[in-house]
């Protein structure tokens, strides 16, 4: 059965689209949209096969063109009317002689709809009714999607209709201003000129267009500088004088200027964009800033796009009645490389505004300085310099008192004119999220609905730039047939700098402007950073992506940050907002070759490698001997750091890593990720599980993807350490059992003690202590056999721990004591402190409450020094329940309040539980008997979920002494 359509609807104005009702449906391939393309540019005549022949293949035709033609004919037909039989030579595509002819109603082209509005548009004009003419040339130019027809078939960019369709369409543009320049409408289409001049510098209908508008809005300088730009561009590119229409408005210029006879206080100010949205903070620095007076200098700073613009003039309208003498306006095109302009020009420029006749301004530019200078002295007036290029290219042109406020914009810093001016800097930044989702729903409107989650995802896309909100809500608008939620889907899939805009051209356009001012050096930079998939760089990450030291890396991250295309955080770190990773992304895939971009990945995994080995051996030196029993092939390379620089890097770094692991094994370097993950292991232990996981997760894969069996046992211990210390005993000692087997296949003794030690302190948990016991003992017994005085150690706290947990107090000591003393020796703080806390403990059963306390206090600094989180929060809750039997239960209740926080941030359950039932005890001493029970009653459930045998216990017997209730 044929499918029927009720309306067909072919469009050229633009791209080449075809619609069966409100679908959109695939025209076919190149040479069947070209040969639509032209069906459609001469509808309703006849189109040769000649003339489609040669559009499709120029004067070299195959020799199997006329079958080729015929088709592409038969789809066409099928495409246009499919009710038809594609053989059938009438309907829709009909074969007239030797040619064929498109029977298209007004309706359903484009094309034909906008003929039919401009000849009515004219007629209205003839008739005397200038209103009506105007709305039907608007109606008309609506139909356009892109100045260009078939503007996605470019093999017939060049064809003689198309460009005669571009004359049609210029003229009826001609009209359509003219009528609104005769209306009093100027202001309306003043910005819309401005845009069509810049892009037709020599076409003189619309310079001479754009000059009336100018002169009806009161620019008269902007008049009088377009003249003289598009006097200068016909001459050097042309060869030729101005026509008779340009010159008609210029001597209209001359006339009002003599007939005016004074100086008209300048008015120069762009219209005020719509829907400001916030900024009330750096409304307020401005307001400030001019109420201040002195030094009458503000800059506002900011990345492309982010509205400086905006926020000027939004303050400056806002403020219109404090300059009396005047608002000037200058665009110092400091964002167009090699087109900026020159002091020299611009005072010509600001003079012209402030009405100096041209004959009056000098030649010289520090003459024309002096006369600015002479000129604002007394007078009130806001300039608003916009654009500026560097601090060197403003200063000439500060004024000599601080009557006028200079406002300027810029995308560097202008650090020169903040030191030596004290010029107020306002930074601008990106929207809040509150601000940009309010600014999408005003420009959305009714579009925005009651789907904040869309509006929020849609500001999280544009990553909250202003410039890019707009463009999206613009985006959105074109698509009112799809609800929010369809549009976001859309951007996400193809990203923000393809879609918004016609293929991204103004995202791409204001980034590029800055990124074009900069050197090659800091270009390339710029580019490799979008290659670290951290949020943020450190100068050693740059250092590494470039290859430069990092004297050299920093200097450029300088530079970068200056001009706004990196933002540099309160830890010196360095990075993009998500629209300009994805440029510099793109620029990175396009400039950069593989080889390259290979070479800068593989040193930045070097750096995340030999540094995290650097970093573990600073905080856990016992951990440096013991890995290589381990038979892990990690190095920290040319690395050294302090204690505090190696904390740093690690907590700095800690949310990248498992992003960094991933990134490894998409790059090809799986060994990486396994690199890093067993380099991290004894800092991840140390309250950093929920981060833990993930990152192991990755390694481990890619320790299967290599074969590497002592890695993934490795790993996997690690893996059930910290589902051990997360209060999950099953899946811990699934994943400690099956890595004890891997080690045990490998002769890794190192790993089976690792392993034995883990499931012991499980083992001890669960309430099965003669089983722990065995498996303490036997790890000691391993390490000793291999000689890491570190592992031995570790086993034998943990040997310790359990025998204090059964009474043995003595054996403890001993043993906690001689493990302190390895570690110690060791220069192992993180070892020191958990044996010493375990002591104290022991102290503490055996009633020597003050030698407890001393020792959980050392601990307690111990661990608070490497920055070990559970570490911390145990001996606060020991420290606390020592204190609590010395009666100081108000102290007491507060270590054990801190503790608790601290485990229930780190996910620490055995810990939270041991805390709560240590809060309950301390309560009930206190008299506070239902308080009491209800944290014993969370300490019982805890356990329970956990199978903590200890902690359940406890609860247990508290609750049962507390009595019901």
Known sequence: MLNTVAVLVVQVLGRLRVWHDDREVDAGPPARRLMLGVLALNAGRLTTRRELIESLWGDRPPSSAVNVLHTHTRHLRRLLDPAHSPRDQG?????????????????????????????????????????????????????????????????????????????????????????????????????????????????????????????????????????????????????????????????????????????????????????????????????????????????ICGTAGVGKTALAVHWAHRNRALFPDGRVHLDLRGDDAGHALTPHEALGRLLTAAGVPDQDIPADAQARAALWRTETDGRRLLVLLDNAASAEQVRPLLPGTHDTLMVITSRDRLAALVALHGAHRVELDLLPPAEAAHLLRRLLGEQAGDDPGSVDDLAAICARLPLALRLAAEYAGAQAHLPLAGVVTRLHRAGPLELLDGGGAAIRHVFG??????????????????????????????????????????RLLHRLASAHLLRCDALGRYGFHDLLRAYAAELSLAVDGEADRQAAVDRLLEHYCTTAVAASDTLYPGWSGSRRHAGLALTPGDVTLSPEAALAWLDGELAAFGTICQFAVRWGRPERAVALAAALHRYLEAGHGTEALPIYECAVEAARALRDVRGEAHLRTNTGVVLRLLGRYGPAAEELTEALELCRRVGNRHGQARSLSNLGIIEERLGEFAS??????????????????????????????????????????????????????????????????????????LGEDTLAVARLRAALGLFREIDHRDGEATALSNLGAALGRQGESEESLRHLEQALAIFRSTGHRYGEASVLNGIGETLRAMGRDGEAARRHRLALAIAAETGDEDERGRAAAALESLGPG
């Open 91 to 299: 309907g829709v595509l009909a074969t007239v002689g030797d040619g064929y002819l498109l029977r298209l109603p007004d309706s359903a082209l484009d094309l034909l709809r906008f003929r039919r509005s401009v000849a009515a548009a004219r007629q209205a004009e003839s008739d005397g009714d200038p209103a009506r003419a105007a709305a039907l040339f608007r109606e008309a130019l609506r139909l356009w999607e892109d100045d260009d027809p078939l503007c996605d078939v470019p093999a017939l960019d060049g064809h003689p209709k198309v460009w005669g369709l571009k004359v049609e369409r210029r003229r009826a543009q001609l009209s359509y201003w003219d009528l609104r320049l005769r209306a009093g409408n100027a202001a309306e289409i003043v910005a819309t000129l401005a845009v069509q001049g810049a892009a037709n510098p020599l076409d003189e209908a619309v310079q001479a267009t754009l000059i009336r508008a100018y002169q009806a809005t009161g620019q008269r300088t902007l008049a009088f500088e377009r003249y003289e730009a598009t006097r200068l561009v016909l001459a050097d590119e042309l060869g030729v004088e101005p026509g008779g229409e340009l010159e008609r408005a210029y001597r209209q210029l001359l006339q009002e200027q003599e007939s005016r006879g004074t100086p008209r206080v300048p008015q120069q100010l762009p219209a005020p964009v719509p829907d400001f949205t916030g900024r009330a903070g750096e409304l307020a620095l401005l307001d400030s800033a001019d109420a201040r007076r002195a030094p009458g200098i503000v800059a």
């Open 772 to 845: 722990s016991a065995a498996r303490h003992r036997a790890a000691v017994a391993l390490y000793r056999d291999i000689d890491d005085p570190f592992g031995q150690a570790a086993a034998l706290t943990n040997l310790g721990n359990l025998e204090e947990s059964i009474g043995e107090h003595a054996e403890a000591a001993r043993h906690l004591l001689a493990a302190h003393d390895v570690f110690a020796a060791l220069g192992e703080r993180s070892g020191q402190a958990i044996a010493l806390c375990n002591l104290g403990q022991i102290h503490s059963t």
């Open 513 to 554: 402007c800055s990124y074009r001012l900069l050197d090659p050096a800091a270009q390339h930079l710029f580019r490799l950073l979008s290659l670290n998939p951290a949020a943020h760089s450190t100068v050693a990450c740059a250092a590494a992506l470039s290859g430069l030291d990092e004297l050299g890396a920093a």
